[in-house]
């Protein structure tokens, strides 16, 4: 059962050990020489007045609340899409019901203008 | 193996959720939740239960993540960081931490592990295929009715971002 999962673990241990040779070897190969210019936020561009962290606009917030409801959505098409030729019309119809309630919602959010940003 | 790569992700949930309390800046804290979040979804699979380790990846880690850091970016920077430490709280920790832990041992005193039932294919147990079996058969109500809890959270999610005075 576990030793199925061992590609995925060498997937894992590859990613996060290029990452980190990556990284590591740009931080000790590459020359370090900072001057005050060039740590400036932009580089011979105008000089930021104002904080660069302040608050955001609330769409994004929405638009966050929004991604949570459809990747609900979509976990569900997961297990479905394993039996789909086991389930055969059934589950097809099935995920139709549930898709147009959801159609509903997408209507819904597009018609209030959910998915404008203005 | 497994007991090793429990171990090893039982440390790095234990990390990110230490993490989780001590960092000052409200993101770091977040990012090592999602530290958590995946050592977590490495313990469903020890479980075998896959269908669990993919929402925990998708769901959590991901989506539920990228809320929790807007709230954080929507409080603005004034917010962000606590000015002052929390002081009476320490100690009241600890006796509620006390208290947990003598309440898990006085359970786990008590506990009796059921021996599987026979009938039931252990080899597809937790598996996609016996969750979404159940799911779109048994359990066929709850899950169409799933879509009408998000249709409802869609309808809530537009009416509370809209303006003031905003009535579409």
């Given at each position: 059962m576990l030793e199925s999962y061992v590609p995925l673990l060498i997937f894992v241990l590859i990613v996060l050990g290029l990452v980190g040779a990556l990284v590591t070897l740009s931080f000790v190969l590459g020359p370090s020489r900072p001057s005050k210019r060039k740590m400036a936020p932009y580089e011979s561009g105008i000089i930021p007045d104002?904080?660069?962290q302040r608050r955001i606009s609330v769409r994004f917030y929405l638009t966050a609340m929004l991604f949570i409801i459809f990747d609900v959505e979509a976990i569900f098409f997961y297990p479905w899409a394993v039996l789909l030729r086991q389930l055969k019309w059934f589950g097809l119809i099935e995920m139709l019901v549930f898709m147009g309630i959801l159609g509903i919602a997408l209507a819904h959010i597009w018609r209030k203008g959910g998915l404008d940003w203005e | 193996m497994a007991i090793v790569i429990f171990f090893i992700a039982a440390a790095m949930a234990v990390a990110g959720g230490i993490g989780v309390i001590s960092f000052r800046q409200p993101i770091r804290s977040v990012l090592s939740l999602v530290v958590v979040m995946i050592a977590l979804s490495v313990l469903f699979l020890l479980l075998s239960a896959q269908f669990i380790f993919v929402a925990q990846v998708?769901?959590?880690?991901g989506a539920v993540m990228v809320l929790f850091l807007f709230v954080i970016a929507l409080l603005g920077?004034?917010?962000?960081?606590?000015k002052s430490r929390l002081r009476f709280q320490a100690s009241l920790s600890a006796l509620f931490v006390l208290a947990l832990f003598g309440l898990l041992w006085a359970m786990l005193q008590g506990v009796t592990y059921r021996q599987p039932d026979?009938?039931?294919?252990?080899?597809?147990?937790?598996t996609v295929q016996s969750i979404g079996l159940g799911l779109f058969t048994k359990f066929l109500y709850p899950f169409e009715l799933t879509s009408l809890l998000l249709l409802v959270a869609a309808i809530g999610a537009i009416y509370l971002s809209r303006k003031e005075g905003d009535d579409r």
């Open positions: 104002t904080p660069a | 998708i769901v959590y880690a920077p004034a917010k962000e960081i606590a026979k009938t039931v294919d252990m080899s597809i147990f937790g």
